[in-house]
């Protein structure tokens, strides 16, 4: 079948569904708490209140009801996230289908993919293909994956490009976080938890109410202390290869200590112009981002391979059971001119800041709005990639700092046109430091270190954008809307190495200097059609196209072949189209949502890892689709009162296009590495017709809840989920022995509470089938990977991220 006769079977199968079934498969949705907001413009009627949970979004930067927004989102309130202590964006994985999110060791440090679309995180250089808004201020590092989420209103996930109304075009998909505003009436709570699996202690607590007549305030914050969930099977005390002594890290895994703050305060200044500023701050001290790898060793061994020489170590096993080795660093190599080592302990320290202040002017028919962001985060971590028995260790650090200034102007006019249209600007500076300690050698006299290279890498970034969008009621059921985005792009990327120990300086070579000069212009437009044939229900279908800027690699390795032309990739983009239907029936008690997608992704941005040369690849693949059919319904069960049902829903065929990258390490001939020939062995394999990474066919959830008044002081609330997804890749070279397999996991919570909610105590149980998933997993420098591209090669060992085990936690919430 051709591709548009795949498409439009897709679309007719989808409408078909629609109209003849009142429900379908689904994604969970849970409703923002509080009265519907009046509706933006005066031509359009207000959002009713129906039986069925409510859904409020701003997907199009305006308020409205999830069942009137032309948009594909799965919206998750604060309550739904409370129900099973979501307090981190990995937690959202398994809430919303097709998403897979995880931490990493290098470059960006997280893995973010969305219907099988996203940017692992090797290359520190690369812009998310998944990015942030929180609060307003748009966020593409990646980073954001370590930042603890309380007091939160609300999560939207925009899946597929989005373009017009979050400041930076984006080409996967769109991770919105807002939090509570500050409010009219004094209120006050505090919450307190303990984690028994990973000894997780945490309270959170927020106060709030007005200070004037016209000014309110809130203030927010959460700690937290865990020990960790892994276990660390490294020994006490040992010597290496060189006779230094080196120590179990921890006798734990995954331990973190996080602190954060944040302040809002909303000033109505007047009658039609009013302003809210909101900032935070949050530290994260941690044992590393590999402090939850395990090891997978290639090609189905049972024993860890031998590193150059290095016998593997005795207290590494090659399964993924929550068991690894990790230790630390002789303290003799971490204090010689090993910048960010401290004293040899694996480790992260990460703190960031941010401040935006969101104005809002009424002119007549004409709404103003503008949102002033800052944003800074410092990291600073030690890792090891290869456990105790070989030093395959480095450092970081990781310093970005962004100012950025968005006006848009909304009319509001009575007739049947409006109009929406804007500017965007941001300004980043970007420094990402790393030292390598791969093969333990003797101390170098002259450079006082025992590092195989180091690097400092960065850039500077500017992005400009205008934007505008008409929207046009062709008649009283019947909305086009339609716009553009027009971006420019510049990027000024630079690399260059240090002299670290003279046994590398053949390969590794000090005073190597790179720099780049990128720029590229983008015009993305977006067109939808919406109509209502009543209040509650919504049918539409959208054309729309992204853009994610190209630009250097600044996590390549400076060796003698290195180049700027090697280092540079081009700029992405998507653009396809999807119809959708949203609708309540049954008398208010059954919200269905279905969604059909079909996307092209050109010059998709892609990663990979050399373990030889400890090199970081970035490059463009030829094209990639993805398509399917997603969904959810939640069904208020009048016959039983007080229970409620989900479901959720997504099927996605993502495929390579016209693509030949990079042989994963110790691929033969044989097994499909027989493209580009370089040095008498090939380097590249076909990818043309295979399924990326991370891009399950399947993913489903299924729940609900149940409510009731014990007596008239207390009242019973029980809550379950059960999420399946099929199998996927977890490696960026689609390694034979790289797949995750299908999994279920199971979340559960029961709760007692007082009169009001002032008081709950609850039992939450999450990933209870105790599910150990990788989200992704690189090669191991030097343990094996030999003979890539000839008759006889040898897979690498790989270090792999791990998702948290089962975890059961005892929370007591208070409310004044």
């Known amino acids: 079948m051709t591709g548009k006769g795949y498409r439009a079977g897709l679309m007719a199968a989808c409408a078909t569904i629609a109209f003849g079934a009142e429900w379908a498969l689904a994604a969970q949705a849970m409703a923002k708490e509080g009265p519907a907001p009046d509706a933006v413009a005066a031509s359009q009627p207000a959002p009713t209140v129906t039986e069925v949970g409510e859904i409020i979004v701003t997907a199009r930067r305006r308020d409205e009801r999830l069942i009137d927004a032309p948009v594909a989102i799965s919206a998750l309130g604060g309550k739904a996230l409370a129900t099973y202590s979501v307090t981190k964006v990995s937690d959202l994985a398994t809430m919303v289908p097709s998403l897979i999110a995880g931490k990493a060791a290098s470059g960006s440090s997280a893995s973010i993919f969305l219907r099988g679309v996203g940017s692992t995180a090797l290359s520190a250089g690369f812009d998310q293909s998944v990015s942030f808004v929180m609060d307003g201020l748009p966020m593409s590092r990646g980073r954001e994956l370590s930042l603890p989420q309380y007091d939160v209103q609300r999560v939207e996930v925009l899946k597929g490009p989005q373009a017009l109304f979050y400041g930076k075009n984006t080409t996967g998909g769109l991770i919105s976080i807002v939090s509570n505003d500050a409010t009219k009436t004094p209120e006050a709570g505090i919450k307190a938890g303990y ?55 921890s006798d734990k895994r995954g331990g973190q200590e996080v602190y954060s703050v944040r302040g809002t305060v909303d000033w109505d200044a007047s009658e039609n112009l009013t302003f809210q500023f909101k900032a935070g701050l949050t530290g994260l001290k941690d044992g590393g981002p590999t402090d939850t790898l395990e090891r997978i060793c290639g090609g189905g061994r049972t024993t860890p391979f031998a590193a150059n020489g290095v016998p593997p170590s005795p207290n590494a096993d090659c399964a993924i059971n929550g068991v690894a080795d990790s230790s630390t660093l002789p303290a003799q190599v971490a204090a010689a001119n090993y910048r960010y080592a401290r004293d040899g302990k694996m480790y992260a320290d990460f703190a960031s800041q941010f401040a935006a202040l969101t104005s809002n002017l009424t002119l007549g028919k004409f709404g103003i709005t503008s949102i002033t962001s800052y944003y800074h985060f410092k990291q600073t971590d030690l890792n090891n990639v290869s456990g105790e028995a070989y030093p395959a260790s480095f450092s970081q650090l990781a310093d970005f700092e962004q100012f950025a200034e968005e ?254 990258g990079q042989c994963y390490s110790g691929q033969t001939i044989a097994q499909g590495c027989n493209q580009q020939m370089v040095g008498g062995a090939y380097t590249a394999q076909n990818y043309d017709g295979r399924t990326p990474p991370k891009a399950p066919k399947f993913a489903g959830r299924v729940g609900g809840s149940y409510e009731r008044e014990l007596n008239e002081r207390m009242t019973l609330r029980l809550s379950g989920d059960v999420s399946r997804t099929s199998r996927y890749n977890f490696t960026d070279t689609l390694r034979p022995d790289g797949w995750q397999s299908a999994f279920t996991k199971v979340d559960a919570s029961v709760s007692v509470s007082g009169p009001d909610d002032r008081w709950t105590l609850a039992l939450i149980g999450k990933n209870l089938t105790n599910a150990l998933v990788v989200t992704s997993a690189n090669d191991i420098p030097f343990a094996g990977g030999t003979g890539t591209g000839t008759n006889t090669g040898v897979l690498a060992d790989m270090s792999a991220f791990v998702e948290n085990p089962r975890e059961i936690i005892l929370e007591l919430s208070l409310k004044f």
Do not use: C
Not at 215 to 234: C, H, V
Not at 462 to 468: C, D, E, I
Not at 524 to 537: A, I
């Open 407 to 660: 006006v848009r102007v909304q009319s509001k006019f009575e007739g049947p046109f409006n109009v929406l249209f804007g500017a965007f600007y941001a300004k980043g500076d970007f420094d990402f430091n790393t030292d390598a300690y791969i093969f333990p050698v003797p101390l170098d006299p002259n450079t006082g270190t025992y590092t195989t290279f180091k690097r400092n890498n960065g850039f500077n970034s500017k992005s400009f954008s205008v934007f505008g969008e008409g929207t046009l009621n062709l008649a009283s059921k019947i909305e086009l809307s339609a716009g553009a985005r027009w971006s420019h792009e510049a990027r000024d990327s630079y690399q260059y190495s240090l002299p670290a120990n003279a046994a590398f300086a053949a390969v590794f070579p000090g005073n190597i200097r790179l720099a780049d000069k990128f720029k590229d212009d983008n015009l993305s437009p977006q067109v939808s059609l919406r109509y209502k044939p009543e209040t509650d229900t919504t049918i539409y279908a959208a054309y729309k196209q992204g853009f994610k800027s190209g630009g250097f690699n600044i996590s390549q390795a400076l060796t003698p072949a290195a180049s700027v032309a090697a280092g540079r990739f081009g700029s992405e983009t998507a653009e396809g189209e999807e119809i959708g239907l949203r609708t309540i029936r049954f008398h208010h008690d059954v919200q269905v949502n279905i969604t059909a997608f079909d996307y092209l992704y050109k010059n998709l941005q892609v990663q990979t890892f050399d373990p030889q040369s400890v090199s970081l690849i970035a490059a463009n693949a030829g094209r990639l689709r993805t398509r399917g059919v997603e969904g959810d319904v939640n069904w208020r069960v009048s016959a039983v009162p007080g229970l409620s049902l989900r479901a959720a829903a997504a099927y996605d065929d993502v495929k390579y296009e016209d693509y030949v």
């Open 195 to 249: 984690g028994f699996k990973a000894k997780d202690r945490y309270v959170e607590g927020y106060v709030s109410g007005p200070l004037t007549d016209t000014l309110r305030a809130r203030l927010a914050g959460r700690y937290s202390k865990s020990d960790g969930a892994f276990t660390n099977s490294a020994a006490q005390t040992y010597l290496d290869p060189l006779g230094m002594q080196r120590h179990r890290n």
